[in-house]
């Protein structure tokens, strides 16, 4: 079983390393477009799911 965890640890870290690197390779106009999908999905977080005047 601690094989299984070493593998799994192993695996997030080549991915999380990967996502680093492809972050890093990104350029201005790129960052605009990375913000504008992440500003969306905040503001629609934000927003909710349902109506306030149900509650």
Do not use: P
Not at 16 to 21: D, H, I, R, S
Not at 23 to 35: A, I, Y
Not at 37 to 46: D, K, N, Q, R, T
């Amino acid at each position: 079983m601690d094989n299984f965890y070493n593998k799994i640890s192993e695996w997030f870290e080549a991915f999380m390393g990967g996502t680093w690197n492809w972050f890093n390779t990104l350029s201005r106009e790129e960052w605009v477009v990375v913000l504008a999908v992440v500003a969306a999905c905040g503001f629609l977080c934000m927003r909710g799911y349902g109506s306030r005047s149900n509650f």
